[in-house]
């Protein structure tokens, strides 16, 4: 495993979190409270197999004063399936994965989004809505995958490969969107590759996400960048085929950005979405998701006849995203993503030449 430390400085110090804590308690009241869980009983209920009452009393203050500042601000909150069960469930207007997020933020009809999710989702957001105000609620919510490409680096793969379209994974920044021809997600990366002309394709950045489609592609010739995501490139094969010895009727579900390996021993593999329908319609008494931790956590109460077993990493990025900061960021107005209008125009050829793709091959 390589762990790469975030190239974005995190927005917070120390001192400005505490300044953000004690102008907060200034405004809102916000002390644990049974009172305000009894009140949002009915949001509880959505995640009470995994977050205590004690947990929700400290919660609910924050959450009720997130959705009515939400009210007043015009804003709706779009946050993706690693958010935590309170974020989730508790002030999410829409929850997602990377394709379904984008899509919805050609759709929102409020003046203002607040991402719950990394900076590159924001950015896709307001690459989308160049008139809205998008907000960040931490800054510092990087991606290594972002993190490992740049412009010049397409340049790069351009040259290795003369002719081939470039199809950039949307965990990229909008300056590596606009050099590329076509975005992807993992929901649709296989079908996007497949409607390409040509016998080459470059896949950037993720190279598991790549050789895992290559797999699916084997009618493409597939070059691919060396980034990784520091989540799930921590699995491996001996871990799962271990865990299968011991639990030989478990289910096992790995994000396309595992290893190869690692996918190729799971019983599933898809985007997070996918790995939620999944789930949902198989019902499979023990499940193994082999992605982030919030997965699990999101949908424990809805399916309480799956057992969730196995080891889960956490995405340090995501988990910057707290409902504090989620309140801060709605009081006051802060922090908005802004993309230099030039590049904005390129990169959303790309984020909707992949919406169109996507939504031609599902039909
Ligand atoms: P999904 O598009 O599957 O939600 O993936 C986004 C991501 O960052 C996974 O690590
Ligand atoms: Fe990036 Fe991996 Fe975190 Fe997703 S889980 S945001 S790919 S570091």
Redesign the pocket.
């Known amino acids: 495993m390589s762990l790469r430390m975030n190239a974005t400085a995190p927005s917070f110090t120390p001192a400005a979190l505490a300044r953000m804590r004690a102008d907060l308690a200034a405004s809102y009241d916000l002390a644990p409270s049974l009172a305000a869980a009894e009140a949002t009983r009915d949001i509880h209920a959505r995640m009470d197999r995994v977050v205590p009452l004690a947990d929700w009393a400290r919660h609910a203050p924050y959450v009720l004063a997130i959705n009515r500042l939400k009210a007043e601000r015009n804003a709706a909150i779009l946050a993706?399936?690693?958010m935590t069960p309170d974020i989730y469930h508790g002030i999410a207007d829409v929850v997602?994965?990377?394709?379904q997020l984008a899509i919805a933020a050609t759709k929102v009809d409020a003046e203002v989004i607040v991402q719950c999710g990394?900076h590159f989702m924001a950015e896709t957001s307001k690459i989308l809505n160049p008139a809205k105000t998008v907000l960040m609620p931490d800054m510092g919510a990087g991606?290594s995958?972002a993190e490992s490409i740049t412009p010049e680096g397409i340049a790069a793969m351009r040259a290795k490969y003369p002719g081939a379209p470039v199809v950039s994974y949307?965990?990229t920044t909008a300056e590596v969107k606009a050099a590329s021809d076509v975005c992807c997600?993992?929901?649709n990366a296989a079908q996007i590759v497949a409607a390409l002309d040509g016998d080459t394709v470059i896949m950037t950045p993720d190279q598991y996400l790549a050789q895992n489609v290559a797999r699916q592609v084997p009618g493409k010739r597939i070059g691919w960048g060396e980034g990784s995501?520091i989540?799930?490139e921590r699995f491996t094969a001996q871990d799962l085929r271990e865990f299968r010895a011991f639990q030989p009727d478990v289910q096992i579900i790995a994000?396309p950005?595992c290893p190869p390996d690692v996918a190729a021993e799971a019983d599933f593999s898809g985007?997070?979405?996918?790995i939620i329908a999944f789930v949902e319609r198989e019902r499979p008494a023990k499940a193994m998701l082999v992605?982030?931790c919030s997965m699990a956590s999101n949908i424990a109460d809805a399916l309480p006849e799956v057992d969730f077993v196995g080891p889960c990493n956490m995405?340090p990025y995501m988990k910057m995203i707290t409902l504090e900061k989620v309140l801060w960021s709605l009081h006051t107005m802060t922090t908005p993503v802004e993309v230099d209008p030039a590049i904005a125009a390129r990169a959303r050829i790309a984020v909707e030449r992949m919406i169109e793709l996507s939504r031609k091959a599902a039909a």
């Open positions: 993706h399936n690693y997602g994965d990377s394709l990394v991606c995958l949307v965990n997600t993992s929901s995501c989540v799930h994000h950005e985007s997070t979405a996918g992605t982030e995405c």
